[in-house]
């Protein structure tokens, strides 16, 4: 299961229990850079079901999930915002399944249908060399003093 969907349904589970109210979605996005955490749980959008202070309702749902959930490590509340910090163990499992599945080639997809083979047989246009090619040869004229 996808850490996205596991707290969705975590999230869902703390409203039920806390606030006895269904929520039909959660709304997650990454935490900006200025902030401590992981994912965000937007609260706003609860508002409209929960009717209460987005700092409150934050704050109990943060609780909740950082006692009932393993892979939350701890969590804040910043204006309605819900940041929620993923503990380093799970991203240490996450890797260690990554690398243990025997699919894990590294190569390119193989692609279907026609090659583009007129970029390859084009030639490249004098403008486009580099500088250092054109320098080298440049430098060598010079000294030689024709």
């Given at each position: 299961m996808d850490i996205k969907d596991h707290i969705t349904a975590r999230v869902r589970e703390a409203v039920k229990k806390i606030f006895d109210a269904d929520l039909e979605t959660v709304e997650l996005?990454?935490?900006?850079?200025?902030?401590?955490g992981d994912i965000t749980v937007v609260v706003f959008p609860m508002l409209r079901l929960l009717k209460g202070n987005p700092q409150a309702i934050g704050e109990q749902?943060?609780?909740?999930?950082?006692t009932h959930v393993a892979e939350i490590d701890r969590f804040n509340v910043v204006k309605g915002f819900l940041n929620l910090v993923i503990c380093d163990d799970y991203y240490l499992d996450f890797l260690e399944v990554s690398a243990s599945r025997s699919n894990t080639d590294m190569s390119l997809p193989i692609r279907r249908g026609k090659p583009s083979w007129s970029n390859i047989l084009?030639?490249?246009?004098?403008?486009?060399?580099?500088?250092?090619?054109?320098?080298?040869?440049?430098?060598?004229?010079r000294l030689r003093k024709f």
């Open positions: 996005q990454p935490t900006r850079k200025d902030f401590e749902i943060g609780s909740y999930l950082e084009r030639p490249i246009p004098i403008s486009r060399c580099t500088w250092g090619i054109s320098g080298i040869t440049f430098s060598d004229i």
